[in-house]
Nanobody, 116 residues
């Protein structure tokens, strides 16, 4: 079993930056997709950013140009650099890893609050 632990969330003013991390408990072979989702109370999880097996990033329109997804294979860690944060970015952020054989793993989430 794989455990994913997110960190890096917190309270930040509009225009500020945060870097979220998602560390896996071990090296994971056969990764298909690595993603960040976010969720606000009463709503479903929305895809924010995704990294394909080939390393190609994809972003939700609402975060393009502001967020950057990346990975450090040596550290078994997925990152989400968030710049120019807006109040509407406030949410709980979750990392997700999907394997080629279909297994999906979720972290417990980290809260991001953008407020003055």
């Amino acid at each position: 079993q794989v455990q994913l632990v997110e960190s890096g969330g917190g309270l930040v003013q509009p225009g500020g930056s945060l870097r979220l991390s998602c560390k896996a408990s071990r090296s994971i072979p056969g990764i298909y997709l690595e993603s960040w989702y976010r969720q606000t109370p009463g709503k479903g999880r929305d895809l924010v950013a995704q990294l394909t097996r080939g390393g190609n990033p994809h972003y939700a329109n609402s975060v393009k140009g502001r967020f950057t997804i990346s990975r450090d294979n040596a550290e078994n860690t997925l990152y989400l650099q968030m710049n120019s944060l807006k109040p509407e970015d406030t949410a709980r952020y979750y990392c997700n890893i999907e394997l080629l054989q279909g297994n999906k793993y979720w972290g417990q989430g980290t809260q991001v609050t953008v407020s003055s």
